[in-house]
């Protein structure tokens, strides 16, 4: 891409880059990328949910292990999502503003999520809280409390893959507003709530929201630790993910209708929580 130089009106220089060549052939090469990498994938699963027609899709959604398993995926998704607002703002403000030995480590822990498979992070939190071998698992049964094979454990395993989303969305906008307005509050008497309730959370309240949507989307469609950690069993632990995996596995029309239309829906959710948030996100010249 060649640059020229230009001089405007008032005898200022700026530089205007000319189109390259590799233009048009670098955007074609994107759209069939995009295209075979994701578009069409999602364009087969919507064709083979509604080839047999409206009536069996509707049929079955209408299951009721199907009802079930999206009941305990949203239950699942919402308090992971709530767990990770919650600890997310903390860890972020706390890699941000705070000085401590071992940040760097904190900072590299946050992103182990992204970079260990679903399926260990499950075996892990199996090993921890198994009510037979773990290490905490028998302690909390005679409690009262079961964690493996049932909700805790899945919401645990969720909000674990999904925790970076977070992170990694607020840190960079504390980074970019710096601490002075803070500063200034503080100074004015303003309590360490009142700062964040007044200052803070205000200017990172985009972040929050699209590193929440990207949460949620995550958490919705989590298969590897949930497996591991829930056992799938119908009307008790099994949420759409695995769903999708049993009857997709069976025999029958009935089946696979039932595992495309658990899958369409899931993607349809994603796409459109992403699609709002991106609707709803002011520009960089607004903010």
């Known amino acids: 891409m060649a640059d020229t130089t230009a001089t405007t009106r008032g005898g200022r220089t700026r530089t205007v880059r000319q189109p390259s060549r590799l233009r ?45 398993a999206f009941e305990l995926t949203v239950a699942n998704a919402f308090w992971a999502v709530v767990i990770n607002t919650v600890f997310g703002v903390g860890i972020s403000l706390l890699l941000v503003r705070y000085e401590f030995p071992g940040r760097r480590a904190l900072s590299a822990l946050v992103d182990l999520p992204l970079s260990v498979s679903p399926v260990v992070v499950g075996l892990a939190l199996l090993l921890v809280y198994s009510g037979r071998t773990g290490w905490f698992g028998p302690t909390l049964e005679r409690l009262g ?12 395993a969720t909000a674990f893959v999904s925790l970076p989303l977070v992170i990694r969305e607020v840190v960079p906008v504390l980074h970019e507003i710096g601490t002075d307005q803070e500063q200034a509050a503080s100074s004015l008497g303003a309590s360490a709530w009142q700062t964040f309730g007044r200052i803070t959370l205000p200017a990172i309240r985009w972040a929050l929201v699209y590193g929440v949507v990207l949460s949620l989307a995550r958490s919705l469609g989590e298969y590897g630790a949930v497996k591991v950690v ?26 696979t209708t039932a595992a495309y239309a658990a899958a369409f829906v899931l993607a349809l959710l994603a796409v459109v929580a992403l699609v709002v948030v991106s609707v709803l996100r002011p520009s960089d010249h607004d903010r």
């Open 24 to 68: 048009w052939p670098l955007r074609i090469a994107v759209i069939v990328y995009l295209g075979l990498l994701v578009v069409w994938p999602v364009a087969i699963v919507a064709f083979k949910t509604f080839e047999r027609g409206l009536g069996p899709v509707l049929e079955a959604l209408g299951q009721p292990e199907v009802v079930f």
């Open 145 to 156: 409390l079961q964690v493996i094979y049932a909700q805790p454990g899945m919401i645990m």
């Open 230 to 255: 829930s056992g799938g069993v119908a009307l008790r632990t099994q949420t759409a993910t695995l769903l999708v995996e049993e009857r997709y596995s069976q025999f029958g029309a009935d089946a």
